[in-house]
């Protein structure tokens, strides 16, 4: 083999990720059994919001005129895509994937690296895909519910799709060393500038969390596990499943 340690981290997921869909199917009503655990890691990533992330956040908000803002958020969105084809591919979904090549394809080469979302105007829409709704595409559960350090919400299924999509992301290959930055530099660098500029975009989000959630965990975790669920199947999840977790969320609300 060429690359035979090149490879061993992917396939160390593939594994992981084999021995989740042996493990993971977790009745709905123990879906967070690590509770204890999570709400740890949960109040700890809140912290670190607080201190570092949101007031470095407001900061870039200020001083980031709306347009190069914008423009930020799309060129990372553009990369994204690339992501979101592999996904697309591996779930044999071509007409979507077909799409998003065009979107890449024309935000890249007229939209000038992506920082001009062209294919928005042109009624292309964007999709999300990534490895966790991949592995939910072919039967894989999710497992329990995780809330990660730094990264917050996610299941088992969806923490070894978050490590998989390392490998999709084109950022994982670049091999340039601009102002004598290596890769890892350079991949770190724009990784948090994509953090910081989605943190400044959640500002609304989270008033509105803060006024309808008597238990801000609990919220969130029901509100993420429901989306995924929507994600996995396109939007039209099995309605016994959907319809548990609206009741799931009717609770939490009226506690």
């Known amino acids: 083999m060429l690359y035979p340690n090149y490879y061993k981290p992917f396939l160390s997921l593939l594994f992981l990720a084999w021995f989740v869909s042996g493990c993971s199917t977790i009745p709905r009503e123990n879906a ?9 890691i ?28 914008e423009s930020i958020t799309n060129f990372f969105n553009n ?27 024309l935000n890249s080469t007229f939209g000038l690296l992506g920082f001009i979302d062209l294919a928005s105007k042109f009624d ?49 290959y670049y091999t ?33 969390l803060e006024k309808a959630a008597m238990d801000e965990y609990a919220y969130l975790r029901n509100a993420y596990l429901a989306r995924r669920n929507y994600l996995v199947y396109d939007g039209d999840p099995p309605q016994a499943e959907e319809d548990e977790f609206e009741d799931d ?3 939490e609300e009226e506690e």
Do not use: C
Not at 43 to 66: H, M, Q
Not at 160 to 170: A, C, E, K, Q, R
């Open 32 to 40: 967070d059994p690590f509770e204890k655990v999570n709400r740890s």
């Open 42 to 69: 949960f109040a700890f990533n809140k912290t670190i919001d607080k201190i570092i992330l949101k007031p470095i956040s407001k900061g870039y908000e200020i001083v980031t005129p709306k347009p190069v803002n």
């Open 79 to 105: 990369i994204q895509d690339i992501t979101v084809i592999a996904n697309d591919l591996l779930q044999f979904k071509f007409k979507q994937a077909a799409s998003d090549s065009g979107r890449v394809l």
């Open 124 to 172: 292309i829409p964007k999709h999300n895909e990534d490895f966790g709704q991949t592995l939910g595409y072919w039967g894989i559960d999710s497992g329990p519910y995780v809330v990660l350090p730094f990264l917050g919400p996610s299941s088992g299924r969806d923490a070894i799709g978050t490590g998989i999509d390392v490998f999709l992301d084109p950022r994982f």
């Open 176 to 208: 340039g060393k601009p102002m004598g930055m290596t890769s890892t530099h350079a991949s770190w660098s724009a990784e948090l500038v994509n953090k910081v500029d989605m943190r400044a975009g959640l500002f609304g989000a989270e008033k509105a």
């Open 249 to 251: 969320l009717f609770d």
